[in-house]
């Protein structure tokens, strides 16, 4: 995929929300070179490895290359410096203030190449009361009301998602915000810089449905009972499934299903409104009557329907579904050393920049040698560089 063909991004960001937001940049053909310390970021320790690179970091880093630097040295900051000359976009998610006291701040590096994308990302904002705690995924689920539209309606209790997706959330933001930056460029010749925090995105990303009770100060909502009124998954003979009706003609379909078409003219259940209302006694019936069939059989009768519905799938069934297997939504490709390799293909097809395949995760400083010549240095300079222990080299 050629679409962001001569564009170079430098990525100086750890862990997850920046490396993600990297990665989908290289998906979609940019040249995204990881700037890593001597030890190699802390992604690349927080699991086993599999021929030197641990799952976790494989599907974050793909596609990239890896130069290791020592960002305390001189020698590792001039390397650095030569770097942004030839880049396009910069990411980096160090608390805030810590670029600035490296010398790479905002300004420093745009004067240096006034075209640049510099981004920074950050948890909970540059300023206030929060900027500089360190922060973790959980920590902006706590801050930005995820652990309570998780939390259970019933009882009160709390819950995070079992996924880091403030993180990601994080990432998707941040690789669409770069590619307006680019667009603007385009049209002005002007970088800027582009700041993100974790928090900001996790509550845009919230807001439509889960914050119905702040939007509008003059007309209260309880956000607790509106997130309550979704339909849970529900259990069957042989499993489970989830059935979803929203529209009217959806729950007189579901009601179908069930054989029992009284409810359809049900008060309590009339309209959206009302079944919005009376949530509760909704879902009960509904767990009854699905409960009554297979998982094959219920799905069966409401696809004839027309009622959104679907099996709950467990993780190693996903390959197996023919949905998924129609649509390459999983792309196998087999390497020497790591046979086969699974990754979701890239979600956004392109007419003119068809998929044609992905690329491995870098070894840590991979790249360093074959970087360090194209930005001039002699074979010699290299070796200076690595027994100064300025850069490190792939082993």
């Known amino acids: 995929m050629e679409l962001l063909k001569d564009i170079r991004v430098l990525d100086l960001t750890t862990m997850v929300s920046g490396p993600v937001a990297a990665t989908i940049l290289a998906d979609q053909g940019a040249d995204v070179i990881k700037v890593e310390p001597l030890h190699g970021e802390q992604m690349r320790h927080v699991r086993s490895s599999h021929f030197g690179v641990n799952p976790m970091f ?11 630097l020592n960002l305390k040295s001189e020698q590792g900051k001039e390397v650095l410096w030569r770097l942004i000359e030839t880049a396009d976009v910069l990411i980096q998610n ?47 689920q706590a801050l930005s009301g995820a652990a309570d539209i998780q939390g259970d309606h019933k009882t009160g209790e709390p819950h995070l998602f079992k996924l880091i997706i403030a993180d990601k959330i994080t990432s998707l933001t941040t690789s669409q915000a770069i590619s307006s ?22 509550l845009s990303f919230f807001w439509p449905e889960g914050m119905t009770g702040l939007t509008y100060d003059e007309y209260e909502v309880d956000s607790s009972k509106s997130m309550s009124a979704v339909e849970p998954i529900f259990a069957t003979k042989d ?34 409104i009302e079944r919005f209302n009376h949530a509760e006694i909704r879902k009960q019936i509904v767990a009854e009557e699905i409960a009554k069939w297979t998982s094959e059989e219920i799905l069966a009768r409401l696809d004839a329907e027309d009622v959104p519905c679907a099996p709950i799938l467990k993780r190693d069934e996903l390959k197996d579904h023919p949905q998924i ?23 956004a097809q392109f007419e003119q920049a068809p998929f044609d395949g992905m690329d491995l995760a870098p070894e840590l400083g991979e790249h360093t040698a074959s970087l360090l010549e194209e930005l001039g240095y002699s074979k010699e300079e290299i070796d200076q560089l690595s027994e100064g222990r300025a850069v490190r080299l792939a082993e």
């Open 239 to 272: 499993g489970h499934v989830t059935a979803v009706s929203i529209a009217d003609s959806e729950w007189a379909g579901m009601c179908r299903a069930f054989g029992r078409s009284e409810l359809i003219e049900d008060p309590r259940f009339i309209n959206a």
């Open 181 to 202: 930056a680019l667009y603007s460029r385009e049209k002005t010749g002007e970088g800027q810089h582009v700041k993100i925090s974790m928090l900001d995105s996790m």
């Open 325 to 347: 297997q129609t649509n390459g939504s999983i792309h196998t490709f087999n390497v020497p050393g790591y046979g086969n390799i699974n990754q979701a293909r890239p979600p």
């Open 94 to 140: 160090f608390r805030p203030g810590a670029i600035e006291k490296m010398g790479f701040s905002a300004e420093k590096v745009r004067e240096k190449n006034k075209s640049l994308i510099f981004v920074s990302i950050s948890g909970f904002g540059e300023e206030g009361p929060y900027a500089q705690k360190r922060v973790y995924d959980p920590v902006i």
């Open 58 to 68: 494989f599907s974050c880093n793909r596609g990239k290359k890896s130069i290791s």
